[in-house]
């Protein structure tokens, strides 16, 4: 699930077509919408089919991880860069170029023959999605000089990445029971050549922005030989650590040095920011993670097939936008930070009523339990982004929402990864149970970690009271 990337220049023109037509704005705001649910579909349309593409190409349950992470870690690691390329190449083409090779690599996944293609065919979609994210929102920001909006807008963006993660297992399930999983590619191709056909928007001018490509290349080659050494097995993963050590370091040193770091270093000098940031990677690594066990666990251990399992999901990811609507009400009523606690005290509460009913639970009663654990994560967006963007400057907002944006995405990467190494060495019953602790661990720490900034930032009452 992403966050902002970094925006781009304003449009040379926003106004109302003739004759009743759409306007360029409108167009914008249609398209990149049609984007940032397109990439957000992917991030859970593929978790439902993955049993079904391991048996069929092999490589087991590592196997199924490399499908879902290729995407996750280029999509994670380029977008330290991708938003500095929509500024330097306007908004619309990058959008452009984004659509096209998503759609392009999705026939390749589509027609892969074998699982390295496939793999090497998502990982090309990850940098599609990349050049999408925050092209699309470059484009939302654009459509509209007025706060109020621009403010329902992104709403509208936001929403539509809501609505494709909700929809995604169900999708998943459907189309990977009725056609095959070759179809949860396939149906990107359509959508993609809807949102090039859309794309008759006023174009952005492109401004000078400064790439970062020794602090990029960094953290490629660091986050792929951290997966690498979590998901694979054998003298090559210490290797692989090594190599992670080397990047992570070459990473540092590159922002150092940089005359225009990625990160900026106001931001992590930022406790209010750092947790912020630090809430991302944990929901990220919960949820998605959560997810992609209980794939395993409803197919291989309760012998369910694709649409039941997709089905089972519902619960889980409706409550999630539930969520983002309740926390976006109660924000300036009871405070970002406090919200932020509540949400994460709640997704424990779910993870911890999931672990003590064990793999032998019903299926009813796994579906309840799924309910706070959907409500938790959608509650957590919201005041994790506003308590970000409220503890930096200006200036860094960007690069700030472009950092939250990594960090949940190497959560979601991390969660995938992690969780399914557990599964794989424990099998699925007792992995099931240490991925559910692992989650209720990370996410009473967060939600403790968020407690200690909501007692430094009391909300203010009228009058001057807390």
Known sequence: MGVPGRGGAALRTVGTADGGRPSGA???????????????????????????????????????????????????????????????????????????????????????????????????????????????????????????????????????????????????????????????????????????????????????????????????????????????????????????????????LAEIRAPHPVVPPALVRSPAALTAVGTGFVMNASFFGIVFVFTLYFQQFKAHGPLVTGLMFVPLTALTLVGNLVAGRLMTRLGTWRILTLSQAVEALGCLALLLAGPGAPPALVLLFFLPIGLGAGATSPPMTNALLDAVDPAHAGAAGGLLGVMRQVGGLLGVAVFGAVVAGLGVTSGTRLALALCLTMLAVSSALALVQARRHPVKRPGGKD
């Open 26 to 252: 409108t167009l914008g705001v249609a398209v990149a919408c049609l984007g940032f649910f397109l990439i957000m579909l992917d991030s859970t349309v593929v978790n439902v089919a993955a049993p079904v593409i391991g048996a069929d190409v092999g490589g087991g349950i590592s196997g199924m991880q490399w499908v879902v992470n290729a995407y996750v870690l280029v999509f994670a690691a380029s977008l330290l860069s991708s938003g500095a390329v929509s500024d330097r190449i306007g908004a619309v083409r990058a959008l452009g170029c984004g659509l096209a090779l998503f759609g392009a690599a999705s026939v390749a996944c589509a027609a892969a023959p074998s699982l390295s293609w496939l793999v090497a065919a998502r990982a090309a979609q990850g940098l599609g999605a990349a050049l999408i994210l925050p092209s699309s929102l470059a484009l939302i920001r654009q459509s509209a000089d007025d706060a109020a909006s621009r403010a329902r807008r992104i709403t509208l963006w936001a929403m539509s990445g809501g609505v494709a993660v909700s929809a995604g297992p169900v999708v998943g399930g459907v189309l990977t029971s009725g056609l095959g999983w070759q179809a949860v590619f396939w149906i990107n191709v359509p959508l993609c050549a809807l949102g090039l056909a859309l794309r008759r928007t006023p174009a952005s001018e492109p401004r000078p922005a400064p790439l970062d490509l020794p602090g990029q290349a960094a953290a490629v080659v660091g986050l792929a030989s951290l997966t690498y050494a979590i998901v694979e097995d054998g003298p090559l993963s210490r290797w692989a650590l090594l190599v992670f050590g080397l990047a992570a370091a070459g990473f540092v």
